[in-house]
T-cell receptor, first 112, second 117 residues
């Protein structure tokens, strides 16, 4: 596609519910990144894939967070047993070459 | 420590004024990349510029210009003759030790710029 597509655009979850956020990167982009952006803050790194391999997951805040990219294209970020502190915008970015990132519009998650 | 500081939380200017957004970074690495991104209300991060640590040449792109000074660890961004469409949150970001840590952009907290007509 022309850009990085994320869905849903907005998600409201009840505390304790599991959620899945989808990222469709630019076709052919090898690298894919997830970031979390709390209200009024800058984005913070969560995890990084090169093709289907998850090379860095050091930013995932707890074991309730899980990301996958099984075929090296679409990626899903899953959050289990959501808590209020998980409320944030989740941004996905992809790149073809080092340091040329294109970001999606994000998914705004609100946990109530 | 690896850190980006944007001391200005919010700036408000009147259209056609010049405005400078400050960015100070900290890294122990001698090789790194610096970035500026724009985040309009729609939410996506729009890439503005990337600069590597070996290139201190200032850059101008239309109404935008960037001043990179390693001596003060600063990478400031100036908008000349601001327009209402420039209203957004602007983020400065750092990748330390490029080649060693792919993808780990470290962002500042952002500066919200409001340009009033």
């Amino acid at each position: 596609g022309a850009g990085v597509s994320q869905s849903p655009r907005y998600k409201v979850a009840k505390r304790g519910q599991d959620v899945a956020l989808r990222c469709d990167p630019i076709s052919g982009h090898v690298s894919l990144f997830w970031y979390q952006q709390a209200l009024g803050q800058g984005p913070e790194f969560l995890t990084y894939f090169q093709n289907e391999a998850q090379l860095d997951k050091s930013g995932l805040p707890s074991d309730r967070f899980f990301a996958e990219r099984p075929e090296g294209s679409v990626s899903t970020l899953k959050i289990q047993r959501t808590q209020q502190e998980d409320s944030a915008v989740y941004l996905c970015a992809s790149s073809l070459y080092s340091y040329g990132y294109t970001f999606g519009s994000g998914t705004r998650l609100t946990v109530v | 420590a690896q850190k980006v500081t944007q001391a200005q939380t919010e700036i408000s200017v009147v259209e056609k004024e010049d405005v400078t957004l400050d960015c100070v970074y900290e890294t122990r690495d001698t090789t790194y990349y610096l970035f500026w991104y724009k985040q309009p209300p729609s939410g996506e991060l729009v890439f503005l510029i990337r600069r590597n640590s070996f290139d201190e040449q200032n850059e101008i792109s239309g109404r935008y210009s960037w001043n990179f000074q390693k001596s003060t660890s600063s990478f400031n961004f100036t908008i000349t003759a601001s327009q209402v469409v420039d209203s957004a949150v602007y983020f400065c970001a750092l990748i330390p030790n490029y080649g060693g840590s792919q993808g780990n952009l470290i962002f500042g907290k952002g500066t919200k710029l409001s340009v009033k007509p």
